[in-house]
């Protein structure tokens, strides 16, 4: 489907975003493997997050919806059932790659796949220290890339620095650590999201966390996980799209309730503060042990340009396309470094993003680990690829909303990995 924007004259409103992605992947596949039910409210009801569902549910986990609250009969650390076929992961890199963690420990052997834009995807970084954990993962290109198979095997602890602060990595570690003989440690310089190992300490897994230079985060084989009752915040992510549109668009001033701001998430509200514009975190409360506050962003005419490195994108990793299109109303020129990372997204958004850029008349530079985008550009608009990727789609769409000829987007429907309502919740929010 494709999608075109137009010019607005401004944004307004209250919007409730729809809940976090992360922490609605992590409510099943944790509470899976707790004794007995967990309950959830405001899942995430989208294309990732219900991958993450059919998935448990042909693992025998029973999950159920009640009145809007999500059951999760969990069955304990070792109780999947093996499945009957493969396993489709769809579209979503954390389902893959936290499931793998758990299948390692398991008695069943299992067959995982995914559409297109996954089996291109890098499991390497999953499979291999799972491998030094005795996990038996084969699969195409010498066991790297999708179909992978699991056979589940004796796992034991090991000690492994997480690189490439992927928080998926270090989440599939600690969920196979439950299972392993011995002590399960992972390391970061830059600390990735910690939703797991605060999820994990909720229910009673023997975790241990270090924060300083170096965070750490051990797992002691665990005996029994107990069931939690978890409320999902709105996701940042999603939030920072209509953060951006506010901070761009003239006259413009919205609330966003209810947003995740935990620190290692909200990099991208941090950063569009640092660039001048007009945000405020009210109502900061915590929900579920997650910090959760009401976001007023209102227009800003003068936003100046900022650098973004290494150690600060753990913590805006999703949001670097939007803050690029943000990047293109600055005053200066916004250097993005540090973010190879990107490369091996949904798409290659370091590729996408400046390809786009150019497509439309904006000046922008490609950097093998980020890009330099030159900023107080008028934009005439024009037709960009989403490349199938959800943050395209929705970072394209706020663009269009300054764009004088409008943007029109090839393949805007992927939006519904994250964000189902996006174009209908931007329809309510745009004054014409
Ligand atoms: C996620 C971690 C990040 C992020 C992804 C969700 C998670 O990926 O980009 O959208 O829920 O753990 P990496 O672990 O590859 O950095």
New binding site residues.
Partial sequence: MEKEIHKVRSIKGILRVPSD??IS??SIILTSMANGISTVRNFLKAGDTLTTVNVYRKLGIKIEEDKGVIKVHGKGLKGFKEPEDVLDMGNS??TT??SLGVLAGQKIFAVLTGDESLRKRPMKRVAEPLRQMNALIDGRKGGELLPLSVRGSDLKGIKFFNE????????ALLIAGLNAEGNTTVEESYK??D??EKMLKAMGADIQIKEGNIYSVSVNRTEKLFPVDIEVPADP?SAAFFAAAAAIVPDSEIVLKDVLVNPTRDGFFRKLKEMGADIEYTNVREKTGEPVADIIVRYSPYLKSVKVSKKEI?SM??EIPVLAIVATQAEGETVITGAS?LR??ESDRIKAVVENLKKIGIEAVELDDGMIIKGKQKIKGGYVDSFKDHRIAMAFSILGLIAEEGIKIKDADCAYISYPEFFEHLQNVVQK
């Avoid at 490439?164 to 989440?171: D, E, F, G, T």
């Fill in positions: 992605k992360s992947h992590r890199g954390t790659r936290l490439k602060a992927s928080a998926q990595v270090k989440s990735s999201r939703h797991t992510s753990p990793v999703d990372e091996v997204k």
